[in-house]
């Protein structure tokens, strides 16, 4: 609660290559405790897909 989102930007460079641009939002704040809960965790065993990015390494390692 009182975080935005995140938020990602494709930039290309003078090269023609992809260059990203992150702000982290929300996903900064995110630790592995907030999703070693029971509801968590039944609703990931239940999801028939799930795109996670950019939250901090320790998150989805």
């Known amino acids: 609660?009182?975080?935005e989102s995140g938020?990602?930007?494709?930039l290309v460079d003078q090269?023609?290559?992809?260059v990203i641009a992150s702000c982290l939002g929300a996903n900064a704040r995110l630790?592995?405790?907030?999703l070693n809960n029971q509801q968590v965790r039944?609703?990931?065993?239940?999801c028939r897909g799930l795109v996670l990015t950019d939250p901090p390494l320790d998150v989805v390692a």
């Open 15 to 18: 090269e023609g290559q992809n």
């Open 31 to 34: 630790c592995p405790e907030h």
């Open 7 to 10: 938020q990602a930007y494709i």
């Open 42 to 46: 039944r609703l990931l065993q239940e």
């Open 1 to 3: 609660p009182g975080e």
